[in-house]
């Protein structure tokens, strides 16, 4: 059995109870006797988003072929608090440097790019709850072990934290083709960096949210780029601006 997956009534129920991070539960659609019922109880006091599928799905997904109905998927490592990451900048000194991603469901991107925070002097990444991947084992092999040191917020709603964030002084800037050049933007101050899914980019209700549009200049043939690779680079300009404008100040910054 992997470190991310417990099967089986008792084991699943014990994982809850101990206070474990359930990211997900996949219960058999239509079975509720006693056991499993506590199960999905103590799912949603635990607000863990559940899935109901048929038995071939369980049983398609099952590593042991004793899941008895249900499958937990449990984090790799705890989840921050987005207080936590401001928190970090403070006792850093530093502005707020936080990446924000929307619905990337792909792991090894959400690895790659707490790699990037890591090594960018990010202090935290947020993700949303629903429709994204969560810090599963494959994020933190892919992160090569930053997942340990830059902390990871799951919020219910990826648009009202950042409002909320704006009340704190922080300001947005969103990765998008129509933006402006990055390079004509002002990066520094306390920002958050929002990236959206390969696919569909930044979603428009996230987007609307945010301050600014930064888009990346493209000579290709192809007009996007991989969203680990995108967060890379609009990191690196804000590490750069922030770096220009400490010079400036006589000030110590260090990615």
Known sequence: MS??????RNPVLEAFRSGRTVDKLFALD???????????REAKKQDTIIRYV???????MSETGMHQGVIAQVSASEYATVEDILRKAEEK????????????????NLGAIIRTANLAGAHGVIIPKRRAAGLTSVVARTSAGAIHYTPVARVNNLGQTITELQ????????????????????????????????????????????????????????????????????AYEIVRQRMAAAKKTGENFHA
Request: negative net charge.
């Open 93 to 108: 000194g530093e502005p707020p440097f936080l990446i924000l991603l929307d619905e990337i469901e792909d792991p090894h």
């Open 167 to 234: 009340k704190k002084g922080l300001w947005f800037v969103c990765a998008d083709m129509s933006g402006e050049c990055m390079y004509d933007l002002d990066l520094t101050g306390p920002i958050g960096l929002v990236i959206g899914s390969e696919g569909d980019g930044v979603s428009r209700l996230v987007r609307e949210k945010c301050d600014l549009t930064a888009s990346i200049p493209m000579k290709g043939d192809i007009d996007s780029l991989n969203a680990s690779v995108s967060c890379g680079i609009l």
């Open 30 to 40: 239509g079975c509720m006797d006693g056991p499993v019922r506590t199960i999905l």
């Open 3 to 8: 470190s991310e997956q417990i099967e089986g």
């Open 54 to 60: 048929n038995k071939e799905r369980l049983d398609q």
